[in-house]
């Protein structure tokens, strides 16, 4: 089993994880049907609000902490290279690091500056919305359940 400072790592990775996998579900589950179904001028400045909002210090240390943390987590497991849970440590910090990170900076961030950059009452993000929705809801979906399989696979690490 593993124990001493890389079982405090691990846990700490299950906590990150499995967090950010909640904040995630809840975008996918609730809030962002709730925006959807304001009108597009109302959705926007909502969405443009809550981009702005997620960029504080709560937040960025859940997300950013996190992708440092399964950072230190896999180096620490390619070197070490444990007797147990090795596998499982190095998937769960795959699916954070690509998964949910990785996809946040790839596919979810630039659909936000696109966002950011409209006026919510203009023509352009009337016609930009519906897209964005669907878009962004797809890729939050995919770091919602890779968020939730990193958490998953540390568990799995630990017992």
Known sequence: MIDGPYFVLTVLGVLGTGLTAGVFCA???FVMRGLAALPPAQGVAAMQAVNVA???PAF?????????LCAVVTVVTCVLWPDEGTVELLVGG??????SFGLTVAANIPR?????????DGPEAAAYW?????EWTRW??????ASAGAAVAYLLALV
């Open 27 to 29: 975008f996918s589950t």
């Open 54 to 56: 997620a960029v504080r």
């Open 60 to 68: 960025m240390l859940l997300f950013l902490g996190t992708a440092i």
């Open 94 to 99: 795959a699916l954070y690091l690509v998964g």
């Open 112 to 120: 936000n500056e696109a966002l950011a950059r409209l006026g919510p």
């Open 130 to 134: 519906p897209a964005y929705v669907r």
């Open 140 to 145: 939050n979906h995919v770091r919602a359940l």
